[in-house]
T-cell receptor, first 116, second 114 residues
């Protein structure tokens, strides 16, 4: 059974508007969450992360929100740009005793298309 | 060359063939990984090498055989694969076995097994 779920395989948004990508998880032991972005013919690259001690982390146009009680996180992109068109993967992990992050459990990804 | 480089980018092979995927990292990392992404499935960790020793094998079939001759190179040897092994195979590297933000991926090899 999937521990990290991205239930929307695709999302289409107009340039300048907000993109909201959602992710749900089932394992309550996860305490660190990440978003990766993947362009065609390239490997995934790290975008933004959030620790379970926070409920929001912002980096420029990208903000990740975490709702621990609902086991839900979301990535907001404002304003959306055509260059944001890519597949976005949600991932979750546990931080080890030494402070390092363990193996990432990924969702299936959501393909975002931002139309000019 | 910078980052993590994978060759070939695309590979088509028959079920009786033997082929190898190659990965090279130029980041000075000491841990390397193989991931698999099948169609409509999440990215899954296959193998972890840290300091050139295998530290994790997530129950991968023996028809996949990894090799890590040094900290910069990683191979995945393939033999007698099945059509369901068709997938995108991604190599990644990091320092000291760190995951998360410190994981750097290559562009992948798109494998088709006929």
């Amino acid at each position: 059974d999937q521990q990290v779920k991205q239930n929307s395989p695709s999302l289409s948004v107009q340039e300048g508007r907000i993109s909201i990508l959602n992710c749900d998880y089932t394992n309550s032991m996860f305490d660190y969450f990440l978003w990766y972005k993947k362009y065609p013919a390239e490997g995934p690259t790290f975008l933004i992360s959030i620790s379970s001690i926070k409920d929001k982390n912002e980096d420029g146009r990208f903000t990740v929100f975490l709702n621990k009680s609902a086991k839900h996180l979301s990535l907001h992109i404002v304003p959306s740009q055509p260059g944001d068109s890519a597949v976005y993967f949600c991932a979750a992990t546990q931080v080890n005793y030494g402070g390092s992050q363990g193996n990432l459990i990924f969702g299936k990804g959501t393909k975002l298309s931002v139309k000019p | 060359e910078t980052g993590v480089t994978q060759t070939p980018r695309h590979l088509v092979m028959g079920m009786t063939n033997k082929k190898s995927l190659k990965c090279e990292q130029h980041l000075g990392h000491n841990a390397m990984y193989w991931y698999k992404q099948s169609a409509k499935k999440p990215l899954e960790l296959m193998f972890v090498y840290s300091l050139e020793e295998r530290v994790e094998n997530n129950s991968v079939p023996s028809r996949f055989s990894p090799e890590c001759p040094n900290s910069s190179h990683l191979f995945l040897h393939l033999h007698t694969l099945q059509p369901e092994d068709s997938a995108l195979y991604l190599c990644a590297s990091s320092q000291d076995g760190e995951f998360g933000e410190k994981l750097f991926f290559g562009s992948g090899t798109q494998l088709s097994v006929l």
